[in-house]
């Protein structure tokens, strides 16, 4: 017994850290994993109630769905109701896909004779082996369909209002979301913010300040003198890039603290990201500052900062 009962619970824990996991990348919640480890190691007791009749009243309809409700409140402990509401909606909408796509690999991968007498009444039940297969299946759609529908809903032509903190100063301006910049620094594989140097001249050093007002920022051994005097004071990356039409160089970008967006009514948080300085204007009229990659609101770290 003692064998069943942990092989019960690895297999519980194992699901359920899968459904809160996906759960988080799709509502783009962030949490400590701590919590999520938590909490699925609280959910994986769950079916030992099975083993104590006084408890039997754990598994109906209803108390089924005051457990849900408990085990998406520990995980993400979310504040806000609309964000609590949309994120017991996706637990929901994995766990579904979860259990269909086993059921499917089950029934796909026998025979109509091998399920007929297999079957043995109240205890059937689909082996471990096509659930985790199907875990995995619902992962890979889950994630295709979340893709699909991020490309989808993303605007090319978004303008969207962006606040960059640094050293405990803060700049505002408005972004354009744009698809065609996919530009990534090459070392950290983050994605970059270009943004103009006139919007976020006052978070910078004034060494740095200096190269840019007197349009030295394609002298390497300017740059080099100010990457070594700088020091800790920002973390500068040189990011090189390529562009239609023109020659291929380099852009000098720094790491922010964090920057906020506000989107949809919400504002939210991104912090694996760099911003590159541009020493001239993104827009003839004005109308935005900075070109935002789409793969920052389609990933990274980011959390929606609750009132």
């Known amino acids: 017994m003692y064998v069943v009962a942990e ?3 690895i297999e519980n824990f194992l699901i359920n850290y ?3 996991q996906s759960t988080k990348i799709i509502t783009r919640t962030k949490t400590k994993k701590s919590r999520i480890f938590i909490t699925s190691t609280i959910a994986a007791l769950y079916p030992f109630v099975l ?3 006084i408890l039997s009243f754990l598994t109906n309809f209803f108390m089924k769905i005051i457990i849900s409700i408990l085990i998406v409140k520990l995980a ?5 109701l609309s964000l609590y509401l949309k994120q017991l909606s996706a637990f929901y909408v994995v766990s579904f896909v979860f259990a269909g796509a086993s059921i499917g690999t089950y029934y796909f991968t026998n025979s109509y004779e091998d399920i007929l007498f297999n079957y043995t009444g109240i205890n059937h039940s689909i ?9 995995v299946l619902g992962g890979i759609m889950i994630t295709g369909i979340v893709q699909y529908y991020q490309e989808k809903v993303s605007k090319e032509k978004e303008l969207l209002d962006v606040t960059i903190y ?3 100063q803060k700049v505002c301006f408005t972004a354009l979301t744009d698809t065609g910049n996919s530009l990534i620094e090459p070392i950290s594989k983050s994605p970059v913010f270009v943004v103009e140097y006139r919007v976020i001249k006052d978070l910078l050093p ?4 200096n190269i840019y007002d007197n349009n030295r920022e394609d002298d390497f051994i ?8 700088i020091g800790d004071e920002v973390i500068l990356r040189l990011i090189p890039f390529k562009a239609v039409g023109a020659k291929n160089g380099i852009l000098l970008g720094f790491k922010p603290d964090y920057i906020t967006i506000l989107e949809d009514e919400s504002e939210k948080i991104y912090d694996d990201l760099l911003i590159g300085i541009f020493n001239d204007r993104l827009s003839h009229d004005d109308q935005y500052n900075g070109l935002l990659n789409i793969s920052i609101l389609n990933g990274g770290d980011l959390s929606v900062k609750e009132n």
């Open 127 to 135: 082996p471990m082996k096509y659930i985790f297969l199907g875990v």
């Open 222 to 229: 300017s740059i080099q003198g100010v990457l070594g005097d």
């Open 206 to 209: 004034e060494r740095l300040k």
């Open 51 to 53: 083993f104590f009749p």
């Open 7 to 9: 092989y019960l619970f």
């Open 166 to 168: 640094l050293n405990n």
């Open 18 to 20: 899968a459904i809160l």
């Open 76 to 80: 993400y402990n979310s504040k806000s």
